[in-house]
């Protein structure tokens, strides 16, 4: 399997593509065969890898989800520097659990107050539909929210510990339209500057927007 999956790779079967994202998805993966894959993989940034029991998905994400997740990144950087809220950002770094049987790696997480195992927040940008939910690897990681940003919105999800049986179509999480990590935070304020033509113009009046709160 392993090598498999790296001849595609070097192969170029997987690429960056402008509008599309290339994935490629297998099963009867074993977690010694996706660690294996992820040391692999160290040195060749541009994959993202997703494994939930036995099944391991390698997205290469595009041009435009990378653009989205960056823009996200740089409004919720100003965001945590306006309010005075305390973060550690962590990026797209793997998180795995091998008991779980789970691992993934976010577009951006966050944790919220002070660094921990796991990320509070965990944001997915989503160009295509399809491989493995999301929510079922966060619920294994037990993060406590995570938003998807497709289609120009937000979708935020929070993970109900308590009540878990209410929510299983969604492994846990509640569909919520406000976050509960970041309770200040404009979630439709977030999208009109998400929106915005340039990067740039849309960062300095999310800023002000901020400033005038």
Sequence with gaps: MLATVLDIISDKQLFHSKDSEDRYLTNSVTWEQYEA????????????LTYLDGILEIVSPSCRHETGKTRIGTLLEIFFEETNTEYVPLGSTTFRVQTQRGGTEPDESYCIGTEKEFPDLAIEVVVTSGGINRL??????????????????????????????????????????????????????????????????????????????
């Design 37 to 48: 894959l992820l040391t692999e993989l160290e040195d060749a940034p541009g994959f993202r």
């Design 136 to 213: 079922q690897v966060y619920n294994r990681l037990n993060v406590k929210e995570v938003w998807f940003w497709q289609d120009s919105c937000f979708t935020l999800y929070h993970l109900r510990e308590e009540t878990p049986a209410d929510f299983w179509e969604t492994y846990g999480y509640e569909l919520v339209s406000q976050s509960e990590l970041l309770a200040s935070l404009d979630i439709a304020l977030l999208t009109e500057s998400m929106q915005h033509p340039t990067s740039l113009l849309a960062a300095k009046e999310f800023r002000k927007r901020l400033q005038e709160i």
